[in-house]
């Protein structure tokens, strides 16, 4: 989606990198948690785990809170979370998804649909927003690993649907069923991804107005705060000029 690249400048614009950092450490390690207790505490066995390992990597967490959070699933601590999705819409209509880890239903239901409604959003029922996006798989390399054509030839070998190659980086997209086999193949050839995860991808992006664009920048940060929330997918697509300002701030 426009959003997920996006974002991920926005996000991490300077003014936020120290604010949102142990916030953002203490959610990857309850995924990192939650992956290994669902599985073995192998990331080489567990895909899932691998995924969160190489998020918490991406984000420059300490080797040392990366195993903490494996050997508290091991010794079957920390509480019992359930993933869960809500959907819904934010100014000028555009769609978000939000994925979140919760062992209180009520409370991170009544949490997100404040976020939602304090910055002019509105709750949805579930599949309300998700035909609009497809389920996918992501595998991210960093741009020195190879050039453009080279990236393309090798996704397209390892069975990938999409790829899109810029200065940051490489984004291969692939389906849901492929995920696996798509980033076994790419890893063997290029070594460790700087990130993998199965995503809600927008099939069209709605272009908004920079007024509009920074209401569902400020939404996406308030529901982003939640601290159930793990991620945020959306289908607007904001101007060059309000990506560069906000990226500046």
């Not at 529901?223 to 000029?241: C, T």
Request: aromatic share 6%.
């Amino acid at each position: 989606m426009a959003g997920h690249s996006q974002f991920k400048n926005i996000m991490h614009r300077k003014g936020r990198v120290d604010a949102v950092r142990s916030k953002v450490f203490g959610k990857l390690a309850r995924e990192i948690t939650v992956a290994a207790k669902l599985g073995t505490p192998d990331p080489a066995m567990n895909p899932r785990l691998r995924a969160a390992v190489l998020a918490a990597r991406a984000e420059n967490m300490p080797k040392d809170n990366i195993e903490r959070a494996i050997k508290k699933a091991a010794g079957g601590e920390g509480e019992n979370y359930e993933d869960i999705r809500y959907e819904g819409y934010g100014p000028g209509g555009a769609a978000l998804i939000v994925e979140a880890q919760t062992d209180n239903r009520n409370r991170t239901a009544s949490d997100v649909r404040s976020a939602f409604t304090k910055s002019g959003g509105s709750l949805a029922e579930t599949g309300a927003v998700a035909f609009m996006f497809d389920h996918v798989g992501l595998i991210e390399f960093a741009p020195e690993v190879g050039d453009a054509d080279t990236m393309l030839e090798a996704a397209i070998e390892a069975g990938a649907d999409d790829v899109r190659s810029s200065e940051e980086g490489h984004e291969i997209f692939c389906e849901q069923t492929a995920y696996g086999d798509v980033s076994k193949a790419l890893e063997a050839r290029f070594g460790d991804p700087r990130r993998t995860s199965l995503i809600w991808k927008a099939q069209n992006t709605v272009d908004v107005d920079d007024e509009t664009g920074e209401k569902l920048v400020r939404l996406v940060e308030v529901i982003e705060d939640q601290d159930d929330v793990q991620r945020v997918f959306v289908n607007f697509a904001l101007s060059p000029a309000l990506m560069a300002r906000l990226s500046d701030e």
